[in-house]
Every structure is written in structure tokens, then in C-alpha cells.
């Protein structure tokens, strides 16, 4: 009897499927976010940019040309530079939008989307988030076929703690990445899931993704994404209960080679490189690294989570003189913050701080903090562990707090270890506070 081998299913023809993304904002009228958020003549005209971003958009491109009148852009520009001082980077931002929405054969889209990108980016460095986001959207309709532009929504988005938008965006973006043979963003796109499974506790779903974009790194030559990945996949290693160190500390050292000693991500390897051993208990070695970092950190929410982390391993090194200075740090940098990005993670941090100086009221009032902002803003991790701090800051003994409190003796330092007896370890700790020492900050 003859056998007859089956034909291999032939490759569809349809068109790729682009998933859209979540675009809709509980607000009474379009850009009432941004007036809300500004409250400020520069709020109007940002009010009016997007407003006019979203008009352009809305309209098929052949009939853009008639949309605008040079004279009412005109006007605009007037008013901007009459209310914007004449080396305020927003006003050549929007300047540049009013010069691309003019009746002229040159505006494009992807200018266009440079320029919300642009904006959005300087709103996030002034701590507008909503704003941030709403210019980041603008961005992504006016090019909506290119995947960095949808990448960024993502991005925002994860980092206001809006997570269905930001799947949403994630989702888009690796579609158009995938359509469009644009693998850095392909790459981007699967590591922007990853995190977002890692925040629902999802290790594995994270780390096959993070497989995906590592392979993908590898196979199409896009050495940017590389690190990004191995980086990503050691912190999915250090945090997965019965974690092998030896293997983790290996993909932060591929992580570490594929970065380079002056990459801007550098500061971050270190950070989470000395968390890994602050949670394995090697304060020690952690402290130092911390401090390295700190210099490399002038934006106040990533400052303040490195001032957590400097003041929870100084405790647990017995350094309560470095423990008092790194609290009151993350007061001041918290009053400006109040219930924003990453507050739950850094009195989290205090609190594990507080735990080990033996402080009971520290204790309380940090993770009490803790528990609220990360039910704000529903980030059920921080939260859980607020609550076990609380629930392990009540089962304290007298004894306990008295022989851990702030007269407890210091420890002595550890003496420098001779090269011979330097571990993996070791060797690691110091080439990323040698690196961080030796590059300049960027002002």
C-alpha cells in the first residue's frame, strides 16, 4: 500500500491581524486631562496642539490639505511665542506641530509623531503622567503603522499603572513590529509583556517571552535588544523561589558584557545586581553598589526607590547611622510624590529597613504607607508584602526590639578581600561600582 505523504498547509494570504489599542480616557471632553493636569496658560496651548493632532488625524490625507488655515496657524505660533520664553524646549516642540498641520505638500506623519513623542517624553520629566500619555497617543495615531510610537503608549501607560491599556499597546505594537519586520521593537514589544506577566506574578509566562526576544536578538542582529533581554531574565532568576545564584549572577554578567561599562542602562543592572543580594541576605556586598548607583540617579522617583534600597541594606550591614540618612531621604523625595509611581516598592523597602534596626513605629508607619498607595493604585505585590511586614512587626518581642534598636552596636566593617579569595561575586561587585565610578553623570 502506497503511502501519500499529506501537502504542507500553504501560508495564508490574509492580511496580519493588528490588534487596536485601548484609546478611550474616562474624561467629559477630549484633552480635559491635560487642562486638569497643567492648569496653566502653557495647559491651554498643549490643549489646543493635541486637539489639533487629533483633527489631522481624523482626516483622510488627501483632504489634510484644506483642514487648516495658514492664518489660524499663524495665530498660533504668535501665541506661543508671546507665552513661551524663546529657549523653552516645548515651545520649538509645539511650534514644530503647528509647522507640520500647515497647509503644505511637506507635513508627514512620521515628523508628526516625532514631535507628540517629543512632547510626551518632556511631560513625563515634569511629572505629568496623564499628559504624558495623552501626547504619547497622539503620537501613535498620527503614525499608526509604525510599532515605536505604539511601544511608547505602552510604555506610559505601564508606568501610570494603567495595565490594560498598556497590554493593549504592547499587543499592537508587537503585531506591527512582527508586520513589519521591525525587530527591535519586536524584541521590545515581547519584553514590554514580560514585565507586565512578572507584575502578576507570572514568571513563567515572562520568562518565555523573554526567550522569544532574546532569540529574535540573536537571530536578526539586533545586539541593542540583547542585554535588555538577559537583564530582564536575571531579574526573573533572582526573584523565582529556590533560584539557583550561580545561575542568575550568570545572566548579569551576559547582561553586564552585552551593556557595556558606559551604556545608560548600566545603572540599573547595578541597582537590581545589588537587590538580588540584598534579598539573599549579603548586605555587604549590596551597600556599596547602592551608593555607586545613587550619583547615576537624579530623577526623584528612581532616586527614591535607590534610597530605600541604600537604607534597607545599610540596616541589615548594621550601618543604623547610614539607615537614619537614607530614611529621611525617602520622606523628603515622597512628600513631593505623595501616592505616585513606585512609593508602595520604596516604604516597602523602609520597612524591611525598619524590620531589621529593630524599629517597631519605622515598622508601622512605612508599611501602613505601603499597604495604602499599593491599593491605590493596584499593585497587589507591594501590598502583600506590607501586610506580611505588619504581620511579622507584631509578632516582635520586647526582647527583640530592645537588642535591635537604635543602640544596637555597630558591625565592624569586613576586611578587603586579597584578588586570590575575590568570588564570581566579588569580581562582579566591583567592576559595577569601578564602572559607575568612572562615568561621568549624565547632567
Not at 501613535?140 to 498598556?166: K, N, Q
Request: aromatic share 6%; net charge positive; charged share 25%.
Amino acid at each position: 500500500m502506497k503511502l501519500v505523504r499529506p501537502k504542507r498547509a500553504r501560508r495564508s494570504s490574509r492580511p496580519w491581524v493588528i490588534p487596536p489599542g485601548l484609546l478611550v480616557l474616562p474624561e467629559p471632553f477630549e484633552g480635559f486631562q491635560v487642562l486638569d493636569e497643567t492648569r496653566s496658560e502653557l495647559g491651554v496651548l498643549l490643549w489646543q496642539s493635541l486637539r489639533d493632532v487629533d483633527l489631522w488625524a481624523a482626516t483622510p490625507p488627501e483632504a489634510r490639505p484644506d483642514l487648516f488655515t495658514p492664518n489660524a496657524l499663524g495665530i498660533r505660533r504668535l501665541r506661543i511665542a508671546a507665552e513661551l520664553a524663546a529657549d523653552s524646549p516645548i515651545r520649538l516642540l509645539l511650534e514644530g506641530i503647528s509647522e507640520v498641520l500647515s497647509p503644505s505638500p511637506g507635513a508627514g506623519d512620521t515628523q508628526l509623531s516625532e514631535l507628540c513623542e517629543s512632547v510626551s517624553r518632556w511631560a513625563s520629566d515634569m511629572e505629568w503622567p496623564r499628559t504624558a500619555l495623552a501626547f504619547a497617543q497622539r503620537s501613535a495615531l498620527a503614525a499608526p503603522e509604525m510599532a515605536g510610537p505604539a511601544y511608547l503608549v505602552a510604555l506610559v501607560a505601564r508606568r501610570s499603572a494603567d495595565y490594560r491599556r498598556s497590554e493593549t499597546w504592547f499587543r499592537r505594537a508587537l503585531a506591527l513590529a512582527r508586520r513589519n519586520q521591525d525587530w527591535k521593537y519586536y524584541g521590545l514589544a515581547h519584553m514590554g509583556l514580560a514585565n507586565l506577566h512578572m507584575q502578576r506574578g507570572d514568571a513563567p509566562s515572562a520568562r518565555a517571552r523573554l526567550l522569544r526576544a532574546l532569540r529574535a536578538a540573536r537571530r536578526y542582529g539586533v545586539w541593542s535588544v540583547r542585554p535588555f533581554a538577559l537583564h530582564d531574565l536575571f531579574c526573573i532568576a533572582a526573584t523565582a523561589s529556590g533560584t539557583n545564584g550561580e545561575q542568575a549572577e550568570a545572566y548579569a554578567r551576559a547582561a553586564y558584557r552585552g551593556y557595556g561599562r558606559r551604556h545608560p542602562r548600566l545603572p540599573a543592572l547595578a541597582h537590581d545586581v545589588a537587590w538580588f543580594w540584598m534579598l539573599r541576605h549579603d548586605f555587604e556586598r549590596a551597600l556599596p553598589v547602592f551608593r555607586a548607583v545613587l550619583r547615576h540617579v537624579p530623577r526623584p522617583t528612581e532616586r527614591m526607590v535607590v534610597l530605600s534600597n541604600v537604607a534597607r541594606a545599610a540596616a541589615g550591614a548594621g550601618d543604623l547611622h547610614g539607615f537614619e540618612s537614607a530614611w529621611k531621604d525617602v520622606w523628603r523625595l515622597r512628600e513631593t510624590r505623595t501616592d505616585g509611581e513606585r512609593v508602595a516598592e520604596a516604604m516597602v523597602n523602609l520597612a524591611h529597613g525598619a524590620l531589621a534596626a529593630g524599629d517597631l513605629t519605622r515598622l508601622e508607619m512605612a508599611a501602613s504607607h505601603a499597604v495604602r498607595v499599593a491599593t491605590l493604585r493596584d499593585e497587589a505585590q507591594h501590598r502583600m508584602a506590607a501586610e506580611d511586614l505588619l504581620a511579622r512587626g507584631k509578632g516582635m518581642t520586647p526582647r527583640r526590639r530592645r537588642g535591635r534598636g537604635r543602640g544596637a552596636r555597630q558591625r565592624p566593617p569586613l576586611p578587603p578581600l586579597r584578588p586570590a579569595e575575590a568570588s564570581p561575586a566579588d569580581r562582579l561587585a566591583s567592576a559595577l561600582v569601578q564602572a559607575l565610578q568612572e562615568v561621568p553623570v549624565e547632567p
